[in-house]
């Protein structure tokens, strides 16, 4: 026996990109390496004053100038001023990555030259191999949402995930209506413990993103096993990206000679302390933001016979990061990583629109996608939204050209409809 749950109806796009674009004012389009440049250098202003209040801050720890009840109140003073440090320098830093990501997307300047030599600069810094990741990003913005050629948070099928094939006398494919005994069978196979979705999902957030580098970890499942960012003869790339990636395998040795001199003349501690913890941050927040944009079950995923570029881009949500912490944590969160969590939907309709203009461009679009019905805000971005949509996207159907995620019962919260393009004027329907 099964019981009918409540779905929300998606009414799938049929949107053109002129129609997207053409809302937008010029003026957005433009970009300028000084303006940029300048936000560039206030978020490495913000790290480094962040460094210099935490050393002071150590200093002041001692029996000398602070009293303390207990000898191992200073230890954990000490822990809690470089850990505020780690986070709010990983937060800020983060807003670095989303510069360099800018920069691939040819947005920091009117200067491809410009552009490549500060994103590669960035990015290298910060662990990311530039022009391998670049590719492999453009990819994923023509084809977002596309199950098969889409490049990364592509969702397991029903198949991938080892669960028993659509059964239509116990189950809606649609994900409507589910039998007592699938839903347990689901369950079985597919339920988390609340510590079991917290560690899955946490465990993700940290080791996500060099995992994907590294072994495509999240990405696109037709790409054979071994496939990574590093090398150039990677199915991921054209035969003519093989110097931009060894360009960019150059960056990561070079950054890894930089951290090994670092421990060398520092200490293992000392760099641990001043870069590790807020590059570890950074991998969390990158992880987190992007899973978060692409990842709800409020979200369609197509395949080829519906995908068309606007639906894609629009497969997409706004989330105010760390606005589930209240509103002054949720402009903080906005301003240190430029908006990028915020205005999304507009990065995926024209991703050459630098952050600075994304706000005014993105408030002109929604005008149009209002009307529509599309949802386009989500949850705030942090922990808890994390939890959620972990636990409630499991898997799709290996049938169905617009497919929307399951949960661990086998129920989905969305269904697609399409717009009547078959009604007359007088509203009555005509055969073609």
Known sequence: MSTKHEQGVYV???LTVKDLLEVIPAHCHKRSAVKSSMYMFWNMFVIVAFYKVATYADALVDPQTLSLPHVALYSFARFSVWALYGFWAGLFATGLWVVAHEAGHQAFSESKMINNTVGWILHSALGVPYHSWRITHAKHHASTGHMTQDQVFVPPTRSQRGLKPFDPKREDLL????????????????????????????????????????????????????????????????????????????????????????????????????????????????????????????????????????????????????????????????????????????????????????????????????????RLDGAPGGWAEMYRVYKECKFVEDEGDVVFYKNAYGLAQMRPVFNDTTASDSGIEVDK
């Open 12 to 14: 799938v796009p049929d």
């Open 175 to 374: 994900g409507s209506s589910v039998s007592e005994e699938v839903k347990k069978e689901f369950y079985e196979a597919l339920g988390d413990s609340p510590l079991g979705a917290t560690l899955g999902f946490m465990s993700y957030l940290i080791a996500g993103w060099p995992l994907y580098l590294i072994l495509n970890a999240s990405g696109q499942r037709r790409y054979p096993k071994g496939s990574n960012h590093f090398n150039p003869s990677s199915p991921m790339f054209a035969p003519h990206h093989r110097g931009q990636v060894i360009i960019s395998d150059i960056g990561i040795f070079l950054w890894i000679a930089a951290l090994a001199a670092a421990i060398y003349t520092y200490g293992f501690s000392t760099v641990s302390v001043v870069y590790g913890v807020p590059y570890l941050w950074v991998n969390h927040w990158l992880v987190l933001i992007t899973f978060l944009q692409h990842t709800d079950p409020l979200l369609p995923h197509y395949r080829a016979n519906e995908f068309t570029f606007p639906r894609g881009a629009l497969s997409t949500l706004d989330r105010n990061l760390l606005g589930d912490l209240g509103p002054i944590m949720g402009w903080i969160g906005a301003h240190a990583t430029l908006g990028i969590s915020e205005t999304h939907i507009l990065h995926h309709v024209c991703s050459k629109i630098p952050h600075y203009n994304a706000w005014e461009a993105s408030a002109a679009l929604r005008k149009v996608l209002v009307p529509t019905g599309i």
